[in-house]
């Protein structure tokens, strides 16, 4: 069974900080990793979503990474902004055709301080 | 972008009653939809994954008669949660497929709904 473990749980810096946010996984046969933005009682936005045969995926201030063979992916935030502050996920995705699922971690709180 | 809907956003009810929540896409078909159950500080877990003209796919542990889902069209899920307990508050959160994507269909980007908070008294 899957499971994804998402360090740290929360994690407070001042703006202008770069930061890495990290996320592990126990089966490495994924499709796919995908990083979320969800804001307080509201739904997710896609960030990136990284192919399982690509490294990394980049948009603006944002890069996600992934190592497939040790189980990880890392978000790195540049400059961090206000704005910024919201609960990150990852989740992976398995199975083919209409066994495909979405595994999540539980988050990681992020807050920026101005 | 594709736009996933969800409706309402917040639903209060009384134990034993029951509480249908919709799910639209606008301006895309979506043949599949998933949705999700989320309580405080854990994770999203997958309930059941919605097709359209069939019935849905649950998940273990998910109750196909007390979670109806309905998948009428290209364009509405629907989620009853039938004789709601205390227990049944959570927030309930569906998402669709991006339509525009060019490759398999399991690689997929999912767009989420902004989901409904259930409180059931």
């Known amino acids: 069974k899957q499971e994804v473990t998402q360090i740290p749980a929360a994690l407070s810096v001042p703006e202008g900080e770069n930061l890495v946010l990290n996320c592990s996984f126990t089966?490495?046969?994924?499709?796919?990793l995908q990083w979320f933005r969800q804001d307080p009682g509201k739904g997710l936005t896609s960030l990136l979503l990284?192919?399982?045969?690509?490294r990394e995926q980049t948009s603006g201030r944002l890069n996600a990474s992934l190592d497939k063979s040790s189980g990880r992916s890392t978000l790195y935030i540049a400059a961090s902004q206000p704005g910024d502050s919201a609960t990150y996920l990852c989740?992976?995705?398995?199975?083919?055709?209409?066994?495909?699922?979405?595994?999540f971690g539980k988050g990681t709180l992020l807050t920026v301080n101005p | 972008g594709a736009v996933v809907s969800q409706h309402p956003s917040r639903v209060i009810c009384k134990s034993g009653t029951s509480v249908k929540i919709e799910c639209r896409s606008l301006?895309?078909?979506?043949?599949?939809m998933f949705w999700y159950r989320q309580f405080p500080k854990q994770s999203l877990m997958l309930m059941a994954t919605?097709?359209?003209?069939?019935?849905?796919?649950?998940e273990q542990g998910v109750e196909k008669d007390k979670f109806l889902i309905n998948h009428a069209s290209l364009t509405l899920s629907t989620l009853t949660v039938t004789s709601a307990h205390p227990e049944d508050s959570s927030f309930y959160i569906c998402?669709?497929?991006?339509?525009?994507?060019?490759?398999?269909?399991?690689?997929?980007?999912?767009?989420f709904g902004n989901g409904t908070r259930l409180t059931v008294t």
């Open positions: 998402s669709a497929r991006d339509p525009l994507w060019q490759g398999s269909s399991y690689n997929s980007p999912l767009h």
């Open positions: 089966d490495s046969a994924i499709y796919n």
């Open positions: 990284i192919q399982s045969s690509q």
């Open positions: 989740a992976v995705g398995q199975g083919g055709g209409s066994n495909y699922k979405l595994t």
């Open positions: 301006d895309f078909q979506a043949t599949t």
């Open positions: 919605s097709n359209e003209g069939s019935k849905a796919t649950y």
